[in-house]
């Protein structure tokens, strides 16, 4: 055979593109533009230019200056070349005001803003900014995260307007997921001031949005949003409410709801049933709250006569629901098979763990299996395990108990992807932590969360500062950011000079 060389321009156009399309387009497009005639065409055709995603890592300063560089070159170069075959971007915050004023879109119809600002939201949305000017009647699709930590009044003033905004200037949004930092409460409802006629939100279909309290949830779902279909709603709290809405009788066309609930509320009777028995067309019931003061616990039984059977359509319910501070006979105390028991009786598997106090004071935490969400609620030393693989965020209060090395390590099988947590532990670990490990059985025992990042002692006692930061018993191969009382961290880490703590502590 002769031996011959093939190069990459002799290769037909369709075959340059189907390998093109394997690859990143950014990359492509930022190496092969303005390189050869022929490359370039396939590289700028509308197939592999719909979408442009400029979303690119700046951690440290070289990666910033390698970034700018790229952004330079697509914002002088590569962007005025294909802006009308771009229908989708995808872009950082802080360089969203580069990218979008470097050409103009006239097909652009989905928006990505990723991390932010606050300040950057407010200025872009706001009825004299050149993207609402430009925009307000083309994009459709529209994601944006804000992490801003809004903590004070002005930051807090500064989200309702972009809020307002939203809702208020953008008119043909068919899809808002609108996210902003969850560690932060709003100081008061967000949207029920605006009125009906300022909401121009006629063809929203898909809805994702934080806000203060389940009046806001309320306003959203008075039957102005005729088409929305899915709604998924983060509040802060759900408080009794003199508030009158309008049409509370109209049902509602949702045909998935998703409720997720910050804080625990004594409401739920009054004010979350009564919604979800308008949502006769639903189909998809998602629900993650804290219940508490009820007469009786939710389980099954209460759930199917007050909600389920009102949604004749309804095929998936996913829940994760504690019910707290319910007062119970010490004669008629219902266990943990109880209520698994009243919810198979109705087709759905769940867990479920008890807790009672000598006061007759109860806790019951109940969630279907298998567990999707990426949040679960606060658990406790009676947690029975099982497989969390969505859950990134875990908070473990407990007042009473003593934990042990075995709980642990339940935990860390349980949440294998587990990046947050947070630990309020106040009596001792059950066996104290020996300074030196004796055999190869205790070597095994060692318990790894290879992906935690970031760890939280909130009053919790000395021993689990020792038991997690000493690598005799913990692997903490990712810890970068740790909360913990200073004189706990100096006693267990010697001064900072005890060479068993050093490894998990290597990239703080």
Same mark, same amino acid.
């Given at each position: ?26 990359? @492509? ?21 719909? %979408? ?25 170069? @590569? ?8 229908? $989708?971007?995808?872009?950082?915050? *802080? ?9 103009? $879109? ?80 709003? &100081?008061? &409802? ?17 809805? *994702? ?7 806001? *949830? ?46 625990? #509320? ?19 019931? %998602? ?16 759930? !199917? ?20 501070? #319910?007062?119970?006979?010490?004669? @008629? ?30 806790? *019951? ?8 969400? #990426? ?33 642990? !390590? ?15 532990? %106040? !009596? ?81």
């Amino acid at each position: 055979m002769n031996n011959s060389v093939i190069r990459i321009v002799d290769i037909p156009e369709e075959m340059l593109l189907a390998i093109f399309r394997k690859l990143n387009n950014i990359d @492509i497009l930022y190496s092969l533009v303005g390189v050869n005639q022929k490359l370039d065409k396939v590289a700028c055709d509308i197939n592999f230019t719909r %979408t442009i995603d400029l979303t690119m890592s700046s951690s440290d300063e070289a990666e910033y200056s390698g970034t700018n560089t790229i952004l330079d070159r697509f914002c002088m170069h @590569i962007l005025p070349r294909i802006y009308q075959n771009i229908e $989708y971007l995808i872009i950082q915050g *802080c360089f969203s005001q580069r990218v979008l004023h470097a050409s103009i $879109y006239p097909n652009l119809r989905k928006l990505t803003l990723i991390n932010l600002e606050l300040k950057m939201a407010s200025r872009m949305f706001n009825g004299k900014s050149p993207f609402i000017q430009i925009f307000k009647r083309q994009i459709s699709d529209l994601v944006v995260t804000i992490n801003n930590k809004i903590s004070n009044k002005p930051k807090k003033k500064l989200a309702i307007g972009v809020y307002f905004n939203i809702f208020g200037l953008i008119e043909n949004l068919k899809y808002l997921d609108f996210n902003v930092n969850n560690n932060y409460p709003f &100081p008061r &409802p967000l949207l029920s001031s605006l009125s009906s006629t300022t909401c121009f939100l006629p063809k929203i279909a898909h809805l *994702c949005i934080k806000m203060h309290n389940f009046n806001d *949830c309320r306003w959203l779902l008075d039957g102005r949003l005729c088409q929305l279909h899915t709604c998924i709603v983060d509040v802060d709290y759900i408080r009794k409410s003199s508030m009158i809405i309008n049409n509370t009788n109209t049902r509602l066309k949702l045909k998935s709801f998703s409720l997720y609930v910050r804080h625990p #509320t004594v409401e739920f009777d009054n004010q979350v049933v009564p919604l979800l028995r308008r949502m006769v067309r639903m189909e998809t019931l %998602t629900l993650s709250l804290s219940v508490v003061r009820r007469a009786s616990f939710l389980d099954g039984t209460y759930l !199917a006569d007050s909600i389920i059977n009102h949604m004749s359509r309804l095929h998936t319910f996913v829940f994760d629901i504690v019910t707290r501070g #319910t007062m119970t006979n010490a004669e @008629i105390q219902p266990s943990a098979d109880d209520i698994r028991r009243t919810f198979a009786q109705i087709g759905i598997h769940v867990d479920c763990y008890m807790e009672y106090d000598s006061h007759g004071i109860s806790r *019951c935490h109940v969630y279907s299996l298998p567990f999707t969400m #990426t949040h679960i609620h606060i658990i406790t030393y009676n947690f029975p395990g099982g497989m969390f693989i969505n859950v990134r965020v875990l908070r473990i209060i407990d007042f009473v108990h003593s934990f042990d090395q075995a709980f642990f !390590a339940r935990i860390s099988h349980a949440f294998p992807l587990l990046s947050h947590l947070s630990l309020t532990i %106040t !009596a001792e670990l059950k066996e104290k932590p020996s300074r030196q490990l004796k055999n190869v059985e205790e070597t095994r025992s060692i318990v790894e969360y290879p992906r935690l990042s970031e760890l939280t002692f909130f009053g919790a006692h000395i021993d689990y500062v020792e038991q997690f930061l000493c690598n005799l018993y913990t692997h903490l191969p990712c810890l970068s950011k740790l909360f913990v009382e200073y004189q706990h961290l100096n006693i267990v880490t010697e001064n900072f000079t005890r060479n068993a703590t050093r490894m998990n502590c290597a990239k703080l």
